[in-house]
């Protein structure tokens, strides 16, 4: 009976770069501000190089969120201070990064030559030596776990939840349209490699601060609609971070409220950085409304359903209005395509 491979298309690309990296440093590379697939794909990466003799290190600009720590106890990650003052010959693997502006200034300078990525963002443009890309792919770790089982792998319990965490996360506990049986078979392998999804879903959705709460209230209290309801945007003011006594990594899962709201197509957090900066997050259930294109007008990307800008001071000018006159001719756009294609 012929075996059947998660990933061929890939399996033997993913072989080969193994192949080259034997013998070399590897820094493994996740984008700031990371979340559960970043860190998953991050700590499973290094894990499983490591078994197999390769020296590694994950690197990324920004600590490692506090709901993420579970996954981090016997991984050691540098931040870009730690590998700007080591001359060392890294050979670089990105993972979970579309592109790489994503791992920080500092970062992209150091490691301005990437031997590999391993990432699902559509928005990818392939600026490695060697990229496997797979846009249909929920999670980086769902990648990540197709390829090492059918490579035939070691994969230990620490690196099984860490990718189970990261699938986990990034398919919104297996409610996202992007999740495929696909997904369900690699997590059930994860599991029976030790992942335990009672720790997961503990360690991600049963420890919130009551700074959070308080900033989940400020940005309810912000919701405005848009767009005849279709469009509903949320605002997080300069400074809520110190008045909440929370930090960046809060506002994880917030945009989720805008979007649930009945009627609503697409759901917006906005932060306001100091000195006049702005960073969005856009979000849909429908892959229809192709927000990485609109993301992509104001230099940002990522997914159909899931994208994300960051605007320095002097392009943020009336932010707020220019994303909804884009979200609303996009939104006019798949109206008249699905009013076509009714009329057909």
């Not at 919104?172 to 392998?189: D, H, I, K, M």
């Amino acid at each position: 009976m012929k075996q059947e491979f998660f990933y061929p298309e890939y399996k033997d690309t993913f072989g080969r770069l193994l192949k080259s990296l034997e013998g070399k440093r590897v820094a493994v590379v996740g984008h700031a501000r990371p979340d559960g697939d970043c860190i998953g794909a991050q700590v499973g990466l290094a894990r499983v190089l490591r078994a197999t003799g390769i020296q590694v290190t994950c690197v990324n600009a920004d600590p490692v969120p506090r709901r993420l720590q579970f996954l981090t106890k016997e991984e050691r990650f540098l931040n870009a201070e730690d590998v700007l003052n080591r001359p060392v010959p890294w050979s670089v693997i990105f993972v979970d990064c579309a592109d790489q502006a994503r791992v920080g200034d500092r970062l992209k300078a150091r490691f301005s030559v990437a031997e590999g990525c391993i990432d699902h963002h559509m928005s990818n443009n392939g600026y490695a030596s060697v990229n496997i890309v797979d846009t249909q792919s929920a999670a980086t770790c769902e990648i990540l776990a197709g390829l090492f089982f059918d490579l035939g792998l070691e994969v230990d319990a620490i690196a099984a939840q860490a990718l189970f965490t990261g699938i986990l996360t990034d398919t919104g506990q297996f409610r996202f349209n992007s999740t495929t049986r696909r997904c369900f078979v690699l997590a059930g392998e994860l599991v029976a490699r030790g992942a335990s999804p009672v720790q997961a879903g503990y360690e991600l959705f049963a420890r919130e601060s009551l700074g959070k709460m308080n900033l989940l209230k400020r940005y309810l209290n912000s919701l405005q609609m848009h767009c005849s309801g279709r469009v509903c945007v949320g605002v997080l003011a300069e400074g809520i971070f110190e008045e909440t006594g929370t930090s960046a990594e809060d506002t994880e899962g917030l945009v989720d409220y805008a979007r649930c709201i009945e009627g609503v197509e697409v759901g917006v957090l906005v932060e306001e950085r100091p000195g006049g900066g702005k960073k969005a997050s856009l979000r849909s259930n429908d892959p229809i409304y192709r927000l990485d294109l609109v993301a992509a007008q104001f230099n940002g990307g990522g997914h159909a359903c899931a994208a994300g800008l960051n605007l320095p001071p002097q392009y943020a000018e009336r932010f707020i209005e220019r994303l909804v006159d884009a979200l609303s001719q996009r939104i006019a756009e798949v109206d008249k395509a699905k009013k076509v294609t009714s009329n057909v």
